[in-house]
């Protein structure tokens, strides 16, 4: 609701306030000064303290929360007045009831959340920020998931030209082998393989296992006919 809320307390007690009509004077006087109907003026309490009274002038316009820029200034305009008024009759004295002084008051002005444009572009920006985080955490995790199942996939297959580079580079010549002497002398050889580096665990194995596989050079075997 579009109002002004205020506060005024007055130099009587409560009991006497009440037998006195205090809150119908009141309204009638506030209604007075402000030259509104009585309809528009709200006590919300009024509590010991000499007597303190808490009340709210409704102002005339109000729009819905979707108000365009000029309904809103109207009820900007209303309610400054609305304050204007109610601060200098508290202060001048015409808010007085009952012969009783105002010894303190306070006013304030309190309005719908209304919708303006700046607002609403906050909250599409807004949106759009926190939507983008989301897909960009969700692309960062999918690419994570699919990273690691290649790597793994990867971790487990051997790569035969790494032993056959290896062999040469320790002057172990293969070049005379049949494809599938080859194969047997790289299978036979597989679990001595660090896939990572590619690297044979130490040229005695490969001797290891040639020998065990009975693979022969061809250069060997023309010796031993010779």
Do not use: W
């Not at 609701?1 to 130099?11: F, K, L, S």
């Not at 409560?14 to 004077?25: A, I, L, T, W």
């Not at 790569?159 to 172990?172: F, R, T």
Request: include cysteine; charge should be negative.
């Amino acid at each position: 609701m579009n109002a002004i809320q205020g506060t005024i307390r007055y130099n009587i007690g409560v009991d006497e306030f009440f037998d006195q009509n205090g809150p119908n004077s009141f309204v009638s006087k506030v209604a007075l000064v402000l030259g509104i109907d009585t309809s528009r003026i709200r006590i919300a309490e009024i509590k010991e303290g000499s007597t303190i009274v808490i009340f709210a002038v409704d102002a005339l316009n109000q729009p819905e929360v979707d108000a365009s820029a000029e309904e809103l200034a109207a009820v900007d305009a209303e309610l400054a007045e609305l304050l204007e008024a109610l601060t200098k009759a508290a202060d001048d004295g015409s808010l007085i009831i009952l012969d009783a002084e105002i010894i303190d008051s306070s006013f304030v002005v309190a309005k719908k959340n209304y919708e303006t444009e700046d607002t609403s572009e906050t909250s599409r920006a807004m949106i759009f920020i926190i939507v983008a985080c989301v897909i960009a955490g969700l692309a960062l995790i999918i690419g994570t998931i699919i990273v690691c199942k290649k790597y793994k996939s990867h971790k487990k297959k051997v790569q035969p030209s790494k032993i056959k580079n290896y062999a040469l580079s320790k002057n172990v010549d293969l070049s005379g082998f049949t494809e599938n002497q080859q194969s047997d002398f790289i299978g036979n050889n597989t679990s001595q393989v660090n896939e990572e580096s590619g690297n044979a665990t130490g040229m005695h194995e490969i001797v290891n296992i040639s020998q065990s596989n009975n693979i022969k050079h061809p250069n060997m075997v023309q010796q031993s006919a010779d």
